[in-house]
């Protein structure tokens, strides 16, 4: 069984910063992409970052340049490095895992407001 353990979040100033971590444990699997999504509220959960396999990392545009999305395959793990954070990146962030089905955590908020 496939769990993804999340943490980090919480309530940030406008331009301030969040890591958020994600860790599948016993890393017995071997996923294709380790990434973030998000959802805030009222809207359609959404891609932010992942990386695969083979060490590509894409991101949303609208996060380029400020979120920086690291994977430990050793560990099974993932990091969403996250600067220069705006109100509009408010949501619900979840880790997400493939390997022939997606796998979820349980999801942290991160809220940025002043």
């Known amino acids: 069984q496939v769990q993804l353990v999340e943490s980090g979040g919480g309530l940030v100033q406008p331009g301030g910063s969040l890591t958020l971590s994600c860790v599948s444990p016993g890393g017995r699997f071997n996923f294709y992409s380790m990434g973030w999504y998000r959802q805030a509220p009222g809207k359609q959960r959404e891609f932010v970052a992942a990386?695969?396999?083979?060490?590509?990392?894409n991101y949303t545009d609208s996060v380029k340049g400020r979120f920086t999305c690291s994977r430990d395959f050793a560990k099974n793990a993932v990091t969403l490095q996250m600067n220069s954070l705006r109100p509009e990146d408010t949501a619900v962030y979840y880790c997400n895992a493939q390997i022939i089905n997606d796998y979820w955590g349980q999801g942290t908020q991160v809220t940025v407001s002043s």
């Open positions: 990386v695969t396999f083979g060490g590509r990392t």
